[in-house]
């Protein structure tokens, strides 16, 4: 998977607390009159710099064949 690849489709939202996120739109909620599934996909506060720069370090590298 392209790093790029991991925010095709996201935009950027601010949250009720105000802190910032990227955002994923995943599809309508199943009755639920317009609203809508998301997925955080970066958080831009602390605690999520953190925890993406962890994901970043550990994820797994490819085979080199």
Do not use: N
Request: glycine share 12%; with cysteine.
């Amino acid at each position: 998977m392209r790093p790029w690849g991991l925010f095709r489709g996201c935009r950027l939202a601010r949250m009720s607390d105000g802190h910032y996120c990227l955002l994923r739109d995943l599809g309508p909620v199943k009755g639920g009159r317009g609203m809508r599934h998301r997925e955080v996909v970066v958080d831009f506060s602390q605690r999520g710099i953190v925890e993406l720069f962890r994901w970043l370090i550990h994820r797994k590298k490819p085979p080199v064949t």
